[in-house]
């Protein structure tokens, strides 16, 4: 299982550019979400999909959307990027009950110039 | 949801057991507490949840007194690969299909030779 995956590893952008996270999961997971992280600073909740079909917004999910395009894939699309966007992006996905746990991907590095 | 409250920073020596406590004086009664590690450049890692009482794992054990207004991830022997930073997060796993996780700031540990 490669557990889950995003893409790309690093991006580069200008301000207004758009582009599209991309991630997957083969764990067969209901649950999976999107954080951002800043330099010194926690996990935060962009977006968060409970099922396929269903998308909610999390604690910062102004200047972005989602798409839970099936069970497998989630994806965070950035319209018209700003420098404030400049983050590492984490995907994970997660089930539901006791020990539910959420598993991450390797993250995405995006630098909005 | 709970908010949750950890030192910033900690400093241990090699084979040292280290204990992070976690303050989260609202927790609710549906309320678990899972704790999650994260290496520089990783996601973040599960590496320990509970409810009452103690949990004990391969990686860590965790103390959760009666009142459950705090709670302590023991690490035992830590070595330098045990650095890294380690988020208390406090929610119920059964809620909306997983619900959103708050991670705080974390407490960054340092594990010297």
């Known amino acids: 299982n490669a557990g889950v995956t995003q893409t790309p590893k690093f991006q580069v952008l200008k301000t207004g550019q758009s582009m599209t996270l991309q991630c997957a999961q083969d764990?067969?997971?209901?649950?999976m979400y999107w954080y951002r992280q800043d330099p010194g600073m926690g996990l935060r909740l962009i977006y968060y999909?409970?099922?396929?079909?269903?998308?909610d917004k999390g604690e910062v999910p102004n200047g972005y959307n989602v798409s839970r395009l099936n069970k497998r894939e989630f994806s965070l699309r950035l319209e018209s990027a700003a420098p404030s966007q400049t983050s590492v992006y984490f995907c994970?996905?997660?089930?539901?009950?006791?020990?539910?746990?959420?598993?991450f991907g390797p993250g995405t590095r995006l630098l909005v110039l | 949801l709970a908010k949750t409250t950890q030192p910033i920073s900690m400093d241990s020596y090699e084979g040292q057991e280290v204990n992070i406590t976690c303050s989260h004086n609202?927790?609710?009664?549906?309320?678990?507490i899972t704790w999650y590690q994260q290496f520089p450049s990783q996601g973040p890692r599960f590496i320990i949840q509970?409810?009452?009482t103690k949990v004990t794992n391969e990686v860590a054990s965790l103390f959760i007194p009666a009142d459950r207004k705090s709670s302590t991830l023991s690490l035992p022997r830590v070595s330098l690969s045990d650095t890294a930073v380690y988020y208390c997060?406090?929610?119920?796993?059964?809620?909306?299909?997983?619900?959103?996780?708050?991670f705080g700031q974390g407490t960054e540990l340092s594990v010297k030779p």
């Open positions: 994970a996905s997660g089930t539901t009950g006791q020990e539910e746990t959420q598993y």
């Open positions: 764990m067969n997971h209901n649950s």
């Open positions: 999909s409970a099922s396929e079909g269903t998308t």
């Open positions: 609202n927790i609710a009664t549906n309320d678990y």
């Open positions: 509970g409810y009452k």
């Open positions: 997060l406090v929610g119920d796993p059964y809620y909306n299909q997983g619900g959103k996780l708050i």
